[in-house]
């Protein structure tokens, strides 16, 4: 055996078989686009939605909050006071021309 020989590597030359698994793998590829497509869209709708359920229990957790406040007959007493200018029964009420609003009203 010469030098020459040694270095040249024998041709592979593809079989049916091998040609038919290219196929099949290619094809199996090809089906598995329009799957993966729609998994990585359900994900980002799931990620959406639990952000979204995220703000609405801090909004339930800020009108529980509300809700227990107003239950609070000191907090509406304060309430009927600044907002509606309400004053108990013997007191006298004092208006003054530069009253500032109350943000709770």
């Given at each position: 055996m010469t030098v020459r020989q040694?270095?040249?590597r024998p041709r592979v030359r593809p079989t049916g078989r091998a040609a038919l698994l290219l196929v099949v793998v290619v094809m199996l590829g090809l089906l598995s686009v329009g799957p993966a497509r729609q998994y990585l869209a359900q994900r980002t709708e799931i990620s959406d939605?639990?952000?979204?359920?995220?703000?609405?229990?801090?909004?339930?957790?800020r009108l529980r909050s509300d809700i227990d406040r107003l239950r609070d007959p000191e907090y509406l007493q304060r309430l009927a006071r600044a907002c509606l200018g309400m004053v108990e029964p013997g007191e006298i009420a004092f208006?003054?021309?530069?009253?500032?609003t109350d943000p709770a009203c």
């Open positions: 040694a270095l040249e939605l639990e952000r979204r359920a995220a703000a609405l229990e801090r909004a339930n957790d208006v003054s021309k530069a009253s500032g």
